[in-house]
């Protein structure tokens, strides 16, 4: 038995942070004259700020320069920042800590790998960040899932190897990432979307411990 690592994304999986990104890209989009609904949100879980802001200025059919790219890239961020300022322990998605904490006291390494580029604040926020080994999100990574770097790295900074890893994710995007890391990939939310993943539980409220100790015994 080979020592595990488990990598969690953050946004639809510890938190959902969705809501707030949603309200942030409609007031862009209203900005802009347009309307952004949240069957078309769904589209931006798991991906880039950068992807996000692409795909909000097809839906709307924009060309911008690359100044007024930037300018907006920053104005969503302050906007979303302004939403997430009063986050706090309420907003933890059920039973996370309770998973967060068994994995502590067994000495199992975590991570986290996500694409914000807000993770620490929010892990700080929402009084988690003191179970994370690592945290990797988009600040350290260049590729964006599905592109697997953001849980390669984060294996390499828990000293763990990429087969020995259990990703938890919400994202398709992040899925595709995780099982082409050769991890064990755990699809939380819905399984018909998630397919892909190894296991799939709609939320931690279904996982038991029985389930995390087979997975560190694997
Ligand atoms: P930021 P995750 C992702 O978080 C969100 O799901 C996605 O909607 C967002 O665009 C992305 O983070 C970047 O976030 O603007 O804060 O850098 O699911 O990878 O934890
Ligand atoms: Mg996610």
Redesign the pocket.
């Known amino acids: 038995m080979n020592r595990k690592g488990f990598i969690f ?5 510890i938190v959902d ?2 809501k707030y ?1 949603f309200l942030a890209w409609k007031k862009l989009a209203n900005q802009l004259g347009y309307e952004f609904t949240k069957e078309q949100n769904e589209l ?6 950068k ?2 802001l692409e795909i909000l200025l097809d839906i709307g059919n924009i060309e911008a320069t690359k100044e007024q790219f930037d300018t907006w890239m920053v104005e ?2 302050i906007d ?1 920042l302004e939403y997430i300022e009063n986050l706090d322990e309420s907003e933890i998605l059920p039973d996370v800590p309770k998973v967060l904490q068994f994995l502590k006291e067994n000495n199992i390494p975590i991570a986290l ?7 620490q604040p929010i892990l700080e926020k929402v009084k988690l960040l003191h179970y994370f080994d690592t945290i990797v ?2 600040n350290s990574v260049k590729k964006a ?1 599905p592109n697997p770097e953001v849980f390669l790295l984060a294996a390499k900074q828990l000293g763990v190897k990429s087969k020995d890893c259990v990703v938890f ?3 398709v995007a ?1 899925i595709e990432a995780a099982n082409s890391a050769k991890m064990i990939s755990i699809g939380i939310g819905d399984k018909k979307v998630l397919h892909e993943a190894q296991f799939n539980f709609t939320d931690f409220t279904e996982i038991s411990t029985d389930f995390i100790i087979e997975l560190i015994n694997r």
């Open positions: 994304d953050l946004d639809g999986v942070t969705a990104h931006f879980k798991g991906v880039s700020r992807r996000c969503k961020n979303y790998g996500s694409a914000s580029k807000n993770a999100d988009g899932k994710e919400d994202a992040g």
